[in-house]
């Protein structure tokens, strides 16, 4: 019989390789045999095939099936190979037609009874068929409106192997996409509903217009957490291809609504303080998935109560704040998630959590101890550090006071942005946050009389080197959110300011 072919795609990360399946069927004892670095899941595909084919009305081929994954070094993970196999076999047999078969990918999970079901990462697999230039895809119907959020690409779906094998066939057709539904806007708590802490709220401005993690510290009860899920609603929404990016990740997360899959706010994921490492920074048995760091990428990750978080587990985000990206190496490979997000940190002073300090409990040793939790160089990654008033002292200073909504103050942060994105375009980034230093102070002036607070903490030991940079790109977004050019002097001393308050 002659060789059959199908082909699907290989997703790793949020990247993906084409897979060529082939499907030979010849002389021997009856059975399927998978090669090509298939993982468990992918084995357990030789039962779905074939009671997939026999009950949608097709012949199983006598004799010994052997189906090839290639490229062969590269593991295959998952259930979206299922349609490919079968069609691939199918195509072996004579019962499915080459002509639309070799210029289509395949993806989708066989039930016993012949339906496609749907799977996770199938918006990945589309982006890299189109960016290797295949131009049809086929996907389970249940994917199709993730599908269609990839542009440049013929999309249908599918509903069954028969509905499937009778279009390449050319005696049916299969469903067409329809419009995909703007995403629901998210309605964000009111940042007007937090009173006083002009301080805090300040902060978390700063923090929403220039990129910058932030500590928030301060007795149960005075509104860390309140700023912090009020911190999303002050960014600007996502543009069509961040929308996209955090979108594949969720994909490949299997967080993403059937109906309306796209996601245009910036995430917001809280893990709790119990999170392991691997729930953070992503990970798993022989196969990578993304972690809370990734899937909060391009938006915000809150961790509360951190200090009760083990401080290995909070040192492994060090790597993923330096340089906006996790690679996780597993048994099937390296897989790389970008992790470009703005983290808020916020725990309370001591253990004993006393709102009034005369009331504290702890001593100066267990104060210190609950304080090392967070390591110097995890600290020095932290661009703005607060200390929230207690309730009394707010009461004190919010009379009168007239809070500022949250549309007033995203308005600001929506013009910073503009204003940091047109500067740096240049250089690929968006924020001031990720401007490596070397250009910010190239772009300010070595010499220039704004660098000298900075040069003076440095010579006395007060900030590393690190820590400068940050602050500089702190007095950057001070400056945008002024209307000014270029940070000056008072701009870089309140950055520092920020830092060199971080004793808890």
């Keep these: 019989m002659p060789l059959g072919r199908a082909f699907a795609v290989a997703v790793t990360g949020i990247t993906g390789s084409i897979v060529e399946i082939e499907a030979d069927v010849g002389r021997g004892l009856p059975g399927m045999h ?27 081929p006598p004799g010994r099936t052997t189906l090839s994954l290639s490229p062969a070094d590269l593991p295959k993970v998952g259930s979206l190979y299922d349609v490919g196999l079968a069609c691939a076999v199918l195509n072996a047999s004579g019962l499915a037609s080459c002509a639309r078969l070799h210029s289509t990918v395949l993806l989708g999970e066989l039930a016993l009874d012949g339906r496609l079901r749907a799977v996770n990462g199938i918006l990945p697999a589309v982006l890299a068929a189109r960016d290797q230039g295949w131009k049809r895809i086929v996907v389970p119907a249940a994917n199709l409106a993730e599908a269609s959020l990839v542009s440049g690409v013929a999309v249908v779906g599918a509903a069954t192997l028969r509905d499937l094998v009778r279009w390449l066939n050319r005696s049916g057709n299969l469903i067409a996409p329809l419009p995909v539904p703007p995403p629901p806007r998210r309605v964000a708590p009111e940042l007007g509903d937090v009173e006083g802490q002009f301080v805090a709220r300040r902060a978390v401005e700063l923090a929403a217009a220039g990129g910058h993690h932030l500590l928030l510290t301060g007795p149960p009860g005075v509104g860390k957490t309140m700023l912090a899920h009020r911190l999303p609603g002050l960014l600007p929404p996502l543009t069509e291809d ?3 990016e955090v979108t594949a990740i969720h994909s490949i997360a299997g967080e993403l609504p059937r109906d309306c899959p796209l996601i245009a706010d910036p995430p917001f994921v809280a893990p709790h303080h119990s999170a392991t490492a691997v729930s953070l920074i992503g990970g798993g048995a022989g196969y990578a998935k993304p972690g809370a760091v990734s899937r909060a990428h391009r938006g915000v990750l809150f961790l509360d109560e951190c200090t009760e978080m083990p401080p290995r587990v909070l040192d492994s985000l060090r790597t993923p704040l330096e340089e906006g990206e996790v690679r996780i190496s597993r048994r099937c490979g390296l897989a790389t998630y970008p ?31 609950y304080r090392s939790r967070l390591s110097g160089p995890l600290l020095d990654r932290v661009d703005l550090c607060v200390e929230m008033e207690t309730s009394r002292a707010r009461e004190a200073t919010t009379m009168g006071d007239n809070p500022e909504s949250t549309a007033v103050v995203r308005q600001r942060v929506v013009t910073a942005r503009q204003a940091a994105r047109e500067r740096w375009v240049q250089l690929g980034c968006a924020t001031n946050g990720e401007v490596p230093g070397p250009k910010l102070r190239a772009k300010l002036g070595r010499f220039a009389e704004a660098m ?10 007060a900030i590393s080197a690190r820590g400068a940079d940050r602050a500089l790109r702190v007095a950057w977004t001070l400056a945008d959110l002024h209307g000014r050019t270029s940070p000056n002097v008072e701009d870089v001393q309140t950055a520092l300011s920020y830092r060199l308050s971080r004793d808890l």
């Excluded at 000298?452 to 030991?461: D, L, S, Y």
């Design 339 to 369: 992790a470009r997000f703005l983290m808020v940190l916020a725990t309370n002073p001591c253990p004993c959590a006393a709102v009034r300090a005369i009331d504290c409990e702890c001593s100066s040793r267990v104060r210190r101890h």
């Design 34 to 60: 998978l090669v090509g670095l298939p993982d468990t899941t992918l084995q357990e595909a030789r039962d779905r095939v074939r009671a997939a084919i026999v009950n949608s009305g097709y012949r199983w």
């Design 242 to 244: 961040e929308s996209l």
């Design 452 to 461: 000298i607070p900075i040069n003076f903490a440095i010579e006395r030991g």
